[in-house]
């Protein structure tokens, strides 16, 4: 069978197609207990050897801005401090674990950016305060609704408790027809707070020449109802850009409305033993891709463009709005032949849950431009619930997956691309939409190798696509196994 057939299946939870003697709930009882003692190693990775000679500058949540930073007793504290220091490749920046530090690392060239001292990582918030004071709440006119001056930087969601609560953010749908507006969310009538109706349901007043006020609809106020509230502001953690030869390891970063790590074209990126929950939701752009309500973001790891050495691994990433990991670029047909190759990527052992995409990948070439991926290997990850959590309340539902790539005429040619001992557990649409529309210049299929990759999911999901023609899912049956193993060796479903 050639690897151009578009593979779908109905995964049931009991029967269809498994190797050996294992039942699907011995399987994934299995995964989720390799699951948990990796995301413990991952929380408990140790610090990294620093060369005693390198040059080092220090953060401390303890430290003076109008300190030097070179040693651990003349730390800075903040990152706005950091930010404006002129650093030289080689130079290691420690932040001390433990500490909260709140903004976005403007990442420079050649850093290595890590930890030091004893306990738990230090924590990255995009979120600029804890909102959970009963005096920065105002309750306006309608009395379930109140109001938060957190200005106009858009605010994706916000967190309550640690994530023992999320918001839903209200965007408006606009008919293009009439100009009536409406709640995306609910379908109904919605042109100010005023119409704010579900609990923890807010809407953002960032507009230009608006108040800058978020609106919360809640029982009480909010700042008395929980004990922390942070804000997915429109920001990143580690803001990488095109920079080259950046490290950034060890790690927390989280309520952030943009992404975790943002990069364009780059080389040499490495993510490792960090962990990224409740990123994304703020808003992209009104009315993009023709649609009549705004698109959001969100990716806990991303580069946009090309890239050459690009590895994510060790890492927990959960709670993402849309994608856990990704590489992707759409090339603007004005930029004719230019090349933005995405060569050398690897995304192994992480631990990813309820993000809308595990992993997303794109490369758009029009006409004929020849960028490729190349060598691009997905390994040993462990994913879970894609679609689930946080990203529910997205309102272009119906595309969630664990490994996620676009169809197009124009995309994603590849050659050497590997998906191997990776484990994907059930999904809210399907497990897998893997697609190219592009062949190698050698006539060869842009479609990967699958090898000794556990599917598992529940009685009536679809299993995906993996096709050069087709970005369609259909239900399957029994054959599931068979069709996979057209692909490589040793993979299983449950």
């Known amino acids: 069978m050639k690897k151009n057939l578009t593979i779908v299946c109905l995964v049931a939870v009991a029967a269809v197609c498994a190797r050996g003697a294992e039942s699907a709930e011995e399987v994934f009882a299995a995964l989720r207990a390799k699951a948990d003692a990796r995301i413990a190693e991952i929380r408990a990775a140790p610090n990294r050897a620093v060369p005693a000679d390198a040059p080092k500058r220090f953060l ?96 994706g969601t916000l967190v309550f408790d640690g994530g023992a609560a999320h918001a839903i953010k209200i965007v408006i749908r606009t008919d293009k027809k009439t100009g009536a507006k409406f709640n995306k969310f609910t379908g109904r009538p919605f042109n100010s707070y005023r119409d704010l109706d579900g609990d923890l349901h807010f809407w953002h007043d960032y507009y230009k020449g608006g108040t800058g006020k978020l609106y919360l609809c809640s029982e009480r106020n909010p700042g008395e109802r929980f004990k922390s509230i942070e804000f997915n502001v429109k920001t990143c953690g580690f803001r990488v850009g095109g920079a080259a030869g950046v490290t950034i390891e060890n790690f927390t970063v989280k309520y952030v409305g943009v992404h975790g790590v943002s990069a364009g074209t780059c080389r040499n990126l490495t993510v490792r033993d960090c962990e990224f929950g409740w990123i994304g939701g703020s808003i992209q752009a009104e009315g993009i891709y023709g649609r009549d309500y705004p698109t959001r973001l969100g990716n806990a790891v991303e580069v946009y463009g090309g890239c050459d050495g690009y590895v994510v691994e060790n890492c927990y990433i959960w709670q993402v709005y849309d994608a856990g990991v990704t590489h992707q670029f759409n090339i603007p047909k004005q930029y004719g032949m230019k090349r933005f190759d995405q060569k050398n990527v690897r995304y192994s052992r992480n631990v990813m849950e309820k993000c809308n995409y595990s992993i997303e990948y794109f490369l758009t070439a029009y006409d004929d431009n020849p960028s490729r991926m190349e060598n691009i290997l997905f390994e040993d990850n462990l994913m879970f619930d894609a679609g689930y959590g946080f990203c529910e309340q997205r309102p272009d539902r119906g595309c969630a997956a664990h490994i996620k790539a676009w169809l197009s005429p124009f995309r994603n040619r590849a050659t050497n691309y590997v998906i191997r001992n990776n484990a994907m557990c059930f999904g809210q649409d399907v497990l897998i939409q893997v697609c190219s529309g592009l062949k190698n210049p050698d006539g060869s299929s842009s479609l990967p190798t699958l090898e000794g990759n556990v599917f598992v999911g529940r009685a009536g999901d679809l299993f995906g696509t993996i096709s050069e023609t087709s970005g369609k899912s259909l239900t399957y049956g029994p054959e599931t196994q068979a069709f996979v193993d057209t692909f490589g060796k040793g993979n299983r479903c449950y």
């Open 60 to 155: 401390s949540e303890k430290g003076d801005d109008a300190a030097d930073g070179t040693t651990p007793q003349t730390a800075w504290k903040t990152i706005a401090r950091l930010n404006r220091e002129k650093l030289v490749p080689g130079t290691y920046v420690l932040f001390a674990r433990g500490g909260l530090y709140r903004g976005c690392v403007n990442a420079q060239p050649g850093v290595i950016y890590t930890a030091y001292g004893q306990g738990p990582k230090p924590a990255i918030y995009g979120s600029p305060e804890n909102g959970a004071d009963p005096a920065k709440w105002e309750r306006t006119d309608n009395p379930r609704v109140w109001a938060y001056a957190i200005g106009h930087n858009d605010v």
